[in-house]
């Protein structure tokens, strides 16, 4: 029996959870300096420099079909080390909430109906009580996006 341990995190008022092995930080979004650039397309926030690195940083509702809102005081950023990728890459979400685990089994995995859509990025559901969290597939999510904005170009 396999233990996935996730970190979740709020968006609109849903719960979301990625595997806590793909987390390399998190950071208080307003405390960090986001430079932003005219050639950056819509979807990078911006880019930080961490630990020596640059940094892009993902606007992860775009994925999510979610309405894009201003950075609040609890929003965090997310870095991510995924696909091995060269530069870091992160993601702005409203609010961390905490810390979970699922045994493999407690996860309700996906089910697709024709095409993909959304669902792409989902590994499944946790309950927790009455919570309910949709696990992202992060390393799918942020490989499309690096795909999509060439931040390789950017870099």
């Not at 029996?1 to 806590?20: H, N, P």
């Not at 979004?29 to 650039?37: G, L, T």
């Not at 992160?90 to 109906?113: A, L, Q, S, T, W």
Request: aromatic share 6%.
């Amino acid at each position: 029996m396999s233990r996935v341990q996730l970190v979740v995190f709020d968006m609109d008022g849903q719960e979301f959870g990625i595997d806590a092995r793909l987390i390399s930080g998190i950071l208080r979004a307003k405390r960090c300096n986001i430079q932003k650039e005219s050639s950056m397309p819509k979807e990078i926030e911006g880019s930080i420099t961490l630990r020596g690195n640059v940094s892009y940083i993902y606007n992860l509702r775009y994925k999510l079909n979610l309405e894009n809102t201003p950075i609040k005081e609890e929003s965090k950023i997310i870095i991510a080390c995924t696909n091995d990728m060269p530069i870091g890459l992160g993601c702005i979400v409203d609010e961390i909430k905490d810390i979970v685990y699922f045994d493999e089994e407690e996860i309700e995995r996906p089910i697709c109906h024709g095409t993909e859509g959304e669902t792409r990025y989902f590994d499944g559901i946790g309950r927790a009580g009455e919570r309910r969290i949709t696990i992202l597939n992060f390393d799918r999510l942020l490989a499309e996006a690096e795909q999509e904005t060439n931040i390789q170009q950017l870099a």
